[in-house]
Nanobody, 120 residues
Framework: VQLVESGGGLVQPGGSLRLSCAAS????????MGWFRQAPGKDREFVAG????????YYADSVKGRFTISRDNAKNTVYLQMNSLKPEDTAVYSC??????????????WGQGTQVTVSS
C-alpha cells in the first residue's frame, strides 16, 4: 500500500487549498479513505472520511461546512478541498486507507503527510 499526498502549502486565513492523495497497491474502490491532521505538540486528529463508493462522507465538527472530501476511483485518488481556512487548521495532513468498511475511524495505512500552514 502506498499513499502519496500533495497540495499543501502556505495560505492566508480565509483562503483555500486542495490536497490530493494518490493511492496504489490495493483495490482502491473498495477501501475507505480518510484525512487526518497533526499540529505541533498535539495528537493526530480525524478530519474527514469517505466510503469506497464515495457516499456518506463524514467530518470532524471542527471542519464541517468548510472542508469537503471526495474521491475519483478511476484515478485512485482522494481529495480534501479546504475552504475558509483558519490559523488553527495549520498541521501536517495525512491521508489514510483501510479495508474495513464497518469501522469509521480506524485506519491501518498512512501517507507521509503534507504541511498546511495558515498564516498572514
Amino acid at each position: 500500500v502506498q499513499l502519496v499526498e500533495s497540495g499543501g502549502g502556505l495560505v492566508q486565513p480565509g483562503g483555500s487549498l486542495r490536497l490530493s492523495c494518490a493511492a496504489s497497491g490495493f483495490t482502491f474502490s473498495t477501501w475507505k479513505m480518510g484525512w487526518f491532521r497533526q499540529a505541533p505538540g498535539k495528537d493526530r486528529e480525524f478530519v474527514a472520511g469517505i466510503t469506497g463508493t464515495g457516499g456518506n462522507p463524514y467530518y470532524a465538527d471542527s471542519v464541517k461546512g468548510r472542508f469537503t472530501i471526495s474521491r475519483d476511483n478511476a484515478k485512485n485518488t482522494v481529495y480534501l478541498q479546504m475552504n475558509s481556512l483558519k490559523p488553527e487548521d495549520t498541521a501536517v495532513y495525512s491521508c489514510a486507507a483501510d479495508s474495513r468498511y464497518y469501522t469509521a475511524y480506524e485506519y491501518n495505512y498512512w501517507g507521509q503527510g503534507t504541511q498546511v500552514t495558515v498564516s498572514s
